[in-house]
T-cell receptor, first 114, second 115 residues
Framework: AQSVTQLDSHVSVSEGTPVLLRCNYS??????LFWYVQHPNKGLQLLLK??????LVKGINGFEAEFKKSETSFHLTKPSAHMSDAAEYFC????????????FGSGTRLQVQP | DAGVIQSPRHEVTEMGQEVTLRCKPI?????LFWYRQTMMRGLELLIY????????DSGMPEDRFSAKMPNASFSTLKIQPSEPRDSAVYFC?????????????FGPGTRLLVL
């Protein structure tokens, strides 16, 4: 069975400083991994995804994530936080076709201080 | 493209009433998903369809919940009778294919409050 753990429920950074949102996954198969962002009262938007190609994945708005199979991690990073990055971020795992669809992590709320 | 469309955006109803949530997926997408988001349980997959056929409904909480997809451009999620614990945000999402690598595109959600 697949599962995903987001290690921090809240992260607070200052504008202009790096962002690190941590995610560990568990999967019996070769998973696909996603990061979605949800701004207040909005739907979810895809930031980036890993689908067994390059292990370093670049997404929108300057975010990137690195798939590390040995550590079963898929941490999200951004070199310099912007006020508009304040939102909730979800790490998501998906397994082989025919199995249950996406499994979401519990979310990490990112606060960006001026 | 208009994206995934959900209606209504907000619904307030009284316990015992029937609630119907509607979703129009992105044109050409073959898979459709219904999710529920609550503070306590986070995001949960309720059911998903592929080519209008329900594939996995194991996330549907109980018999009070039902979902249909009569055609490729429309799906409904019905709660009858509704209860206060059904209060949540319900999201619909669609993807091009039934493939775990495919991106799911989410609608804006329906915020349901059952009094």
């Amino acid at each position: 069975a697949q599962s995903v753990t987001q290690l921090d429920s809240h992260v607070s950074v200052s504008e202009g400083t790096p962002v690190l949102l941590r995610c560990n996954y568990s999967s019996s198969y070769s998973p696909s991994l996603f990061w979605y962002v949800q701004h207040p009262n909005k739907g979810l938007q895809l930031l980036l995804k890993y689908t067994s190609a390059a292990t370093l994945v670049k997404g929108i708005n300057g975010f990137e994530a690195e798939f590390k199979k040995s550590e079963t991690s898929f941490h999200l990073t951004k070199p310099s936080a912007h006020m508009s990055d304040a939102a909730e971020y979800f790490c998501v795992v998906s397994e082989a076709p025919g199995r249950r669809a996406l499994t979401f992590g519990s979310g990490t709320r990112l606060q960006v201080q001026p | 493209d208009a994206g995934v469309i959900q209606s209504p955006r907000h619904e307030v109803t009284e316990m015992g009433q029937e609630v119907t949530l509607r979703c129009k997926p992105i044109s050409g997408h073959n898979s459709l998903f219904w999710y529920r988001q609550t503070m306590m349980r986070g995001l949960e997959l309720l059911i998903y369809f592929n080519n209008n056929v329900p594939i996995d409904d194991s996330g549907m909480p109980e018999d009070r919940f039902s979902a249909k997809m009569p055609n490729a451009s429309f799906s409904t999620l019905k709660i009858q009778p509704s209860e206060p614990r059904d209060s949540a945000v319900y999201f619909c999402a669609s993807s091009l294919r039934r493939d775990p690598r495919e991106t799911q595109y989410f609608g804006p959600g329906t915020r349901l409050l059952v009094l």
